[in-house]
Every structure is written in structure tokens, then in C-alpha cells.
Antibody
């Protein structure tokens, strides 16, 4: 069974940093590109970042480019999102999702709240 | 970037109704569109991939169609468990973009 479990969220002050993790199981993690998607409270879905299976290709939404860094450790079956210079508008539920025919499997999400 | 425009924004239906919702892409995305169902407090669940392919376990009352710029999700026989927000996603190119969603509620 495919499982994606995010962690690392919490309350953080504006301008500070936070690192999210997504641990994958039930499939060969190293064979798949992975994505981060976020959802602000009461709002729709926003794609954030993508990393290919071997980390050769990386893309970011314009809203996070230069502040967020996506990475992965295939030996640990783990996807990361390093978030710096956080803003109030980054407050959201962050999901990781596997790339296959779009986004096939999603985690349960982890909440990030940026507030002083 | 490709803009995905969903309509209607919301709709009220009854059990047994046929429901149709639309998603229009601002440029040709081929068949690289998926439909997602998000119930309150849950993660999005993919229902349809490549515009018209039903995911495993998805009831056959859900049907996707379209190509190019115009896509449709149809629920042939609305059930009590189907109220949710439905999103379309274009995955033809990055940045992936979602529609704003159609909120489906029971009368």
C-alpha cells in the first residue's frame, strides 16, 4: 500500500525557516518524481515544487522560488521541503504527492502556520 | 502558465441527479488533466487521470471526458457520499495548475 507521511510543520514567526519531510513507503521511491502542494485555510490547491526521481529536474512555483528548496534522499525514502524567509501567506496545509499520470497518491498533509 | 477555469463554483444537487462540471484550460493541454475529489478534512483523492481514465476503485458513475482545452466531469447518479469539492489539474507542463474547484452539495 502506498503511503506518504508528512511531518515537520508547526507555528513559526515571519522571516524564519522550517523544514518539512515526507516519508514514502509501499513503492520504489527512487523511481518516481515527487511534488509538494499546499492549501491555505479555506482555499484551493496550489502546486509548490517538483523534483525528479534522480533530482536532475527541479521546478518551483513563482510564489516560492528563491525561498523554498525541494530535495530528496532516495536511500531514506524521504522528500524534503526547506522553507526560508517565511511569510504569512505561506500559511497552509502542505501535501506531498507522487507524480504518476499527474498526482496519484497524496499524503495527509502537515500544517504550517506563519505568525508572530 | 496555464489557467484552469472551473465552473460552476458551486452547485446543489439531489441524490440520483446527473451532475456535470466543467474545466477549461487557457491553452492546449492534450489529455493531461486529472480530476480530484476533496471531502472535508481529507486529502484530495484522484478520481480521473489522463482526462478520461477512472482510478482503481472509483465508482463507474464518475466519468471524465475532453481533450485540448475543454474537460468535463460527470456524476451519472449522485450519491449521498459524493458531496465534496472537485478540482481539475493540468499536468501537461510545470507549473502544474489547479482549477479553483466546484463545491458540490446536497439539497
Amino acid at each position: 500500500e502506498v503511503q506518504l507521511v508528512e511531518s515537520g510543520g508547526g507555528l513559526v514567526q515571519p522571516g524564519r525557516s522550517l523544514k518539512l519531510s515526507c516519508v514514502a513507503s509501499g513503492f520504489t521511491f527512487s523511481n518516481y518524481g515527487m511534488n509538494w502542494i499546499r492549501q491555505a485555510p479555506g482555499k484551493g490547491l496550489e502546486w509548490v515544487a517538483y523534483i525528479s526521481s534522480g533530482s536532475s529536474y527541479i521546478y518551483y512555483a513563482e510564489t516560492v522560488k528563491g525561498r523554498f528548496t525541494i530535495s530528496r534522499d532516495n536511500a531514506k525514502n524521504t522528500l524534503y521541503l526547506q522553507m526560508t524567509s517565511l511569510r504569512s501567506e505561506d500559511t497552509a496545509l502542505y501535501y506531498c504527492a507522487r507524480r504518476r499520470g499527474g498526482l496519484d497518491y497524496w499524503g495527509q498533509g502537515v500544517m504550517v502556520t506563519v505568525s508572530s | 502558465n496555464t489557467v484552469m477555469t472551473q465552473s460552476p463554483t458551486s452547485m446543489f444537487t439531489s441524490v440520483g441527479d446527473r451532475v456535470t462540471m466543467s474545466c477549461k484550460a487557457s491553452q492546449n493541454v492534450g489529455i493531461n488533466v486529472g480530476w480530484y475529489q476533496q471531502k472535508t478534512g481529507q486529502s484530495p483523492k484522484r478520481l480521473i487521470y489522463w482526462a478520461s481514465n477512472r482510478d482503481t476503485g472509483v465508482p463507474d458513475r464518475f466519468t471524465g471526458s475532453g481533450s485540448g482545452t475543454d474537460f468535463t466531469l460527470t456524476i451519472s447518479n449522485m450519491q449521498a457520499e459524493d458531496p465534496a469539492i472537485y478540482y481539475c489539474l493540468q499536468h501537461n507542463s510545470y507549473p502544474y495548475t489547479f482549477g479553483a474547484g466546484t463545491k458540490l452539495e446536497l439539497k
